[in-house]
């Protein structure tokens, strides 16, 4: 098995010559890794393997995109996954009303008047809390929770070192439990 140095030399290989022994030795170090991660991410054998083959027909056509600069080969590829995986979700997920359904079940799923106000009075909470973040914890939140960044993706999109993401967004949601502790009593 290649170590994590000989990546780049195996994926420069791919790009000049496209050597199969390169791609082969690739794919038998990422192949079992990638599955895993994606089974233990709730994707089930048959769609991790699918996702799998995907993310490794696109490293055989486009590996002259890798950066080593910008990224681990690891990274590029387990990233590559997650958007091929967030990408089928969408794609299965029905966004339609069957008319053939009733809109009993819609009708009873609303909430009533006093779930709305609690949940008016909830997100008043959360948005004061929010107000209380110094600046440099309230826009790795964002950042976070409201454009699905990973820590790894807010740590480059910042340039902020990948501790100094995880830590202050730690501390942020310890800020927000304890302002919404407070706001409750």
Do not use: C
Request: proline share 4%; aromatic share 8%; hydrophobic share 45%.
């Amino acid at each position: 098995m290649p170590s994590p140095p000989d990546f780049n030399s195996l994926v420069a290989a791919l790009v000049e010559h496209r050597d199969r022994a390169a791609f082969a030795q690739l794919f038998d170090y990422f192949v079992p890794r990638l599955q895993s991660h994606l089974i233990r991410l709730g994707t089930d054998s048959a769609q991790a393997e699918e996702i799998t083959q995907d993310v490794m027909v696109t490293l055989w056509h486009k590996a002259h995109l890798f950066d080593s600069q910008k990224s681990a080969l690891g990274t590029w590829l387990f990233r590559i996954a997650r958007n091929r995986r967030i990408d089928r979700l969408r794609r299965n997920r029905i966004d339609f009303v069957d008319p053939a359904d009733g809109f009993d079940d819609i009708v009873a799923d609303t909430p009533d008047a006093d779930e709305m106000i609690d949940l008016g009075k909830q997100e008043d909470k959360i948005r004061l809390a929010l107000a209380d973040l110094p600046e440099e914890q309230l826009v790795l939140v964002r950042l976070a929770f409201f454009d699905g960044l990973s820590h790894s993706e807010i740590a480059e999109k910042t340039g902020l070192p990948l501790g100094t993401v995880k830590s202050r967004i730690r501390l942020a949601f310890t800020r927000l439990r304890r302002g919404m502790e407070e706001r409750a009593n």
